[in-house]
Nanobody
Framework: QVQLVESGGGLVQAGGSLRLTCAAS????????MGWFSQAPGKEREFVAA????????VYADSVKGRFTISRGNTSETAYLQMNSLKPEDTAVFYC????????????????WGQGTQVTVSS
């Protein structure tokens, strides 16, 4: 059973950057494809980015292409979402997830979820 914990969220001005971290424990996180999702107030959880188990393939939502980068850490139990050029519309709770076929954008496909970290972008 993989446990995921996100960190790194906070309040940032538009145009700023944040790096989110997903820390895994309890299983072989390095063998799972993983993804990041976001959920804004009153909206459904939506796909942001996905990374395959090796870290060699990435998929991004159109809204974040060129601004966000998903990666794995040097240790096999961490992953990151580097977010640059943040916009007020990026404000949401961001979730780390694992255990789906690579690049899958559906919430239901992911087996493991973290509790989320709040990202707030002020204008």
């Amino acid at each position: 059973q993989v446990q995921l914990v996100e960190s790194g969220g906070g309040l940032v001005q538009a145009g700023g950057s944040l790096r989110l971290t997903c820390a895994a424990s309890g299983g072989t996180f390095s063998s799972y494809n993983m993804g990041w999702f976001s959920q804004a107030p009153g909206k459904e959880r939506e796909f942001v980015a996905a990374l395959d188990w090796s870290g060699g393939r990435q998929v991004y939502a159109d809204s974040v292409k060129g601004r966000f980068t998903i990666s794995r850490g040097n240790t096999s139990e961490t992953a990151y979402l580097q977010m640059n050029s943040l916009k007020p519309e990026d404000t949401a709770v961001f979730y780390c997830a694992a255990g789906a076929p690579f690049g899958h954008t559906g919430v239901g496909a992911y087996r493991y979820w973290g509790q989320g970290t709040q990202v707030t972008v002020s204008s």
